[in-house]
T-cell receptor, first 110, second 111 residues
């Protein structure tokens, strides 16, 4: 089955700096790659996603890139703010099966 | 609009007791439904998914089971809880258009 690896497990940045989280996946048939933000004790919320026919997608300060050949995708957050502090999960999906990375705890220091 | 309801929000159960967590979806028909578990400080593990009434796929061997008695209802059960069953349980539904949407979660503590 699909295996998703996510790095780093923790990331601390200064407010205003950029943050990058990277994920790799194993199943070349995966075609949907969402990113979720989870605040403490709450449900994961979709923040951005990308499908396999697209290489890059941007939404304000958040961008995701996908390299299908290398089977890796990344989340980029620019101009980080303290409210960006949370756990971020990447996921890879094909059909009915979605697998998550282990998560990255992002801390943005004011 | 589509909404997903999950209850209860928190639950404390003794070891060996039964479990029933319920999830319902509104505003869509024939959704794909999922149960995930998140252990403390860890990622999301897929437990079960269902593509239709009575159709359940299990991802990991365990003492949990799932049922889908109605199109928009998904139930997670156990006959006898273990300490290791403690965690944050999330129901989710998916569609091609909307991707995955999670319920608010149930924090289960087995004591």
């Amino acid at each position: 089955g699909e295996n998703v690896e996510q790095h780093p497990s923790t990331l601390s940045v200064q407010e205003g700096d950029s943050a990058v989280i990277k994920c790799t996946y194993s199943d070349s048939a995966s075609n949907y790659f969402p990113w979720y933000k989870q605040e403490l004790g709450k449900r994961p919320q979709l923040i951005i996603d990308i499908r396999s026919n697209v290489g890059e997608k941007k939404d304000q300060r958040i961008a995701v890139t996908l390299n299908k050949t290398a089977k890796h995708f990344s989340l980029h957050i620019t101009e980080t703010q303290p409210e960006d502090s949370a756990v971020y999960f990447c996921a890879a999906s094909k059909g009915n099966d979605m697998r998550f990375g282990a998560g990255t705890r992002l801390t943005v220091k004011p | 609009s589509q909404t997903i309801h999950q209850w209860p929000a928190t639950l404390v159960q003794p070891v060996g007791s039964p479990l029933s967590l319920e999830c319902t979806v509104e505003g869509t028909s024939n959704p794909n439904l999922y149960w995930y578990r998140q252990a403390a400080g860890r990622g999301l593990q897929l437990l079960f998914y269902s593509v239709g009434i009575g159709q359940i796929s299990s991802e990991v061997p365990q003492n949990l089971s799932a049922s889908r008695p109605q199109d928009r209802q998904f139930i997670l059960s156990s006959k006898k809880l273990l300490l290791s069953d403690s965690g944050f349980y999330l129901c989710a539904w998916s569609s091609w258009v909307y991707g995955y949407t999670f319920g608010s979660g149930t924090r289960l503590t087995v004591v």
